[in-house]
Structure formats: C-alpha cells, structure tokens
C-alpha cells in the first residue's frame, strides 16, 4: 500500500463521520507501513491520544502540526 491523503473535508468544521473515516484509513496505512510516520496538519485542536489508539491509530507515530488558520494550513 503507498499513496498518501491530501484533504478529507466534512460539511461541518466538527464532522465526526469524516473524522472517524479518516482516522480508520491512517490506521490502515500504519498497519501496512509501520516504518511510516504520518502527518496530520489541523486548525482545530480536538485530537484525543486514547481515542485514537481506540481506533489502532498509533499516537506515537502521529505528528500533529496545529495551524493558526486554513491558509497556513495549506
């Protein structure tokens, strides 16, 4: 498996169904590319470490870049 996600978008900024449907793929891309780091850039700081390693997404090999507003996110 390679390849990398560039945008997940829901309708609402709090979109808990895009969330999850991310999550579960970066969880997917771990399991199959363990020696990979992933990069999560975000304007909204909700991210929960034990919620996240409910859904086998491995905190330690998450780095998370908050950003100040969707332009410096881009």
Same mark, same amino acid.
């Given at each position: 498996?390679?390849?990398?996600?560039?945008?997940?978008h829901? &309708? +609402?900024?709090a979109?808990g169904? #895009? /969330?999850?449907?991310?999550?579960?793929l970066?969880?997917?891309?771990? @399991? !199959?590319? &363990? +020696?990979?780091?992933?990069?999560? #850039? /975000?304007?909204?700081?909700?991210?929960?470490?034990?919620?996240l390693? @409910? !859904?086998?997404l +491995?905190?330690k090999?998450?780095?998370?870049?908050?950003?100040?507003?969707?332009?410096?996110?881009l």
């Amino acid at each position: 498996m390679q390849g990398a996600i560039h945008e997940i978008h829901g &309708p +609402e900024p709090a979109d808990g169904a #895009a /969330t999850g449907y991310l999550v579960h793929l970066l969880a997917r891309f771990q @399991a !199959a590319m &363990p +020696e990979r780091h992933i990069v999560w #850039a /975000t304007c909204r700081p909700e991210l929960f470490g034990p919620g996240l390693k @409910a !859904a086998s997404l +491995e905190p330690k090999r998450l780095v998370v870049a908050h950003c100040h507003d969707y332009y410096e996110l881009l």
